[in-house]
């Protein structure tokens, strides 16, 4: 698979999903846990801390002594990972030269001595103040990851793009469920634009904590409108939709509209065009500023889907898209 390719899966390491360290060897210089925030990495310059000078990453001390530094993370969600970017920004002359990366999986708990670990990432060179990309080929899913680096140094941020993994055959069926939600295995595919805000932003768990913390697009100049594909966490019929514009004020869109289908067969590259002819599961309806809009005597019954899009007018930001409904059998 393409590094390029890696957007369409979401970071299974934000920390707005719950990711966290769990243990770690040493973190003296910078917290462990600065490697899942969801922002790229800062510089301060001038600003020190008791421990020196302050890092947006994790860094542990200079080793006097054999061995290396690890981490052990705990996903957010557990998933089917496709690629790490292991970044050093601003990391220059305190960097590690190369790293690996072991990963296993604890249907409970935390990993114990007698946890099965897999190296998934096999030692890698790594740079200075750079991006390091790595595709995996790997169907099994994971709970926790270990991120070796050898012998120490600083890492900015940690990014695990995958898919997420639930086990849907021990969920209720008549128990309503946010179908989108990145924690369930929801994933944005595909977007008309993206220039203020990340398309996989409104799945993420709970409301946004800022504009930044949504999708939003650029001033449309020229006629049409903007879009969002989103796929699934499993097929479902969905019964309720809610469209929140939180801190969207002067920039949420007019009204918004949502076409779904069931999906067989195709690839997701292929979505884009096939998305054309979806039918309508949500007619248009007015947006207002900085509020959630609740619709379900609304929704249009089409029997169970796997993929929507939501269609804004012109364009603008939404902060969150949650689509409440039952799963179905996969056909």
Known sequence: MSTENFDKYINLADARLGTKAISVTDDWFADVNR?????????????????????DGWE???????????AVIRLGVPGTIKGFDIDTSFFTGNFPPSASIDACFCAEGEPNEDSHWEEILTSVELQGNSHH???????????????NIYPDGGVARLRVYGVPYRDWSAHNSSEQVDLASALNGG?????????????????NPGRGIN????WET?????????????????????????????HFKGNYPDSCSIQAAYV????????????????????????EMHQEHSFAAQIKDLGPVTHVRLNIFPDGGVSRLRLLGRIAKKA
């Open 264 to 287: 067989e067969g195709g690839t997701d590259s292929q979505i884009e065009a096939r998305s054309l002819y979806w039918r309508e599961l949500l007619p248009s309806q007015k947006l």
């Open 35 to 55: 490697l899942f925030q969801p922002d790229a990495a800062v510089w301060k310059e001038g600003v020190f801390d008791d421990n020196g000078k302050w890092m």
């Open 133 to 147: 990309l790595h595709a995996i080929a790997d169907d099994r899913a994971w709970t926790h990851l270990r991120l």
């Open 60 to 70: 542990s001390r200079r080793k006097r002594f054999e061995g290396y530094d690890s």
């Open 218 to 246: 650029a001033r449309r100049r020229t006629p049409g409108n903007d879009w969002v594909i989103v796929a699934l966490g499993h097929p479902g019929e969905i019964e309720q939709i809610v469209v929140d514009t939180l």
């Open 211 to 214: 504009m930044g913390d949504g």
């Open 187 to 203: 994933r944005a595919l595909a977007c008309s634009d993206e220039h203020f805000g990340r398309m996989s932003n409104i799945l």
